[in-house]
């Protein structure tokens, strides 16, 4: 069964409101989260790490002002898109640090459309 | 700081026929390696991954891979494929525990 589940997985908002994406580590408790994004027919980008208990780290070029991440308890991360815009649309999608030689597992994404 | 490259971006092949995704990278230190499949507007499913150990990786469905030190490579195939391996391919390194770098991805179009 799932081992990650993200929620929503497809969201319309309208430019200038805020988005929340939840993730949830469903099998074990999870210290780090990780965030990613994917524009259309790219690669995923690394958004940011979130950690449990204290500040997310974000990537280069990232604005954290812009996309909040909570990592308030083990097994749930939030990601907060804050006064969205078009060009936020795209495909967002959590990770969750697996324990031992586990792989890493994702959620099944976000598809944010910000009209 | 690693980077991947996939050789293909789009990789048309025949039903039944085998097919080659081509994954290089560049890492001043060690690495683990791993092959992702992504479904349309769905998450990253793992198919395979090389930790350490034999170099012939053996993942699911089907897909197995070949880590190559000297040529820095990590070359995924499947000796015959089904028209349900649609899908995009990605090809990740890591260097620290499973932050990973994902290469541009391959398209894998399958035809009957």
């Known amino acids: 069964g799932a081992v990650v589940s993200q929620h929503p997985s497809r969201v319309i908002c309208k430019s200038g409101t805020s988005v929340k994406i939840e993730c949830r580590s469903l099998?074990?408790?999870?210290?780090?989260m990780f965030w990613y994004r994917q524009f259309p027919k790219k690669s995923l980008m690394l958004m940011a790490t979130?950690?449990?208990?204290?500040?997310?780290?974000?990537e280069q070029g990232v604005e954290k002002d812009k996309f909040l991440i909570n990592h308030a308890s083990l097994t749930l991360s939030t990601l907060t898109v804050t006064s969205a815009h078009p060009e936020d649309s795209s495909f967002y999608i959590c990770?969750?640090?697996?324990?031992?030689?586990?792989?890493?597992?994702f959620g099944n994404g976000t598809r944010l459309t910000v009209t | 700081a690693q980077s991947v490259t996939q050789l293909d971006s789009q990789v048309p092949v025949f039903e039944e026929a085998p097919v080659e995704l081509r994954c290089n990278y560049s890492?001043?230190?060690?690495?683990?390696l791993f092959w992702y499949v992504q479904y349309p507007n769905q998450g990253l499913q793992l198919l395979l991954k090389?930790?350490?150990?034999?170099?012939l990786v053996k993942g699911i469905n089907g897909f197995e891979a070949e880590f190559n030190k000297s040529q820095t490579s990590f070359h995924l195939r499947k000796p015959s494929v089904h028209i349900s391996d649609t899908a995009e391919y990605f090809c990740?390194?890591?260097?620290?525990?499973?932050?990973?770098?994902f290469g541009a991805g391959t398209t894998v179009t399958v035809r009957a």
């Open positions: 890492s001043s230190v060690s690495v683990y």
């Open positions: 979130s950690n449990e208990g204290s500040k997310a780290t974000y």
């Open positions: 990770s969750v640090e697996p324990r031992g030689d586990s792989p890493l597992h």
């Open positions: 090389y930790l350490s150990g034999s170099t």
């Open positions: 099998d074990f408790q999870a210290t780090t």
């Open positions: 990740a390194v890591s260097a620290r525990a499973y932050k990973l770098s």
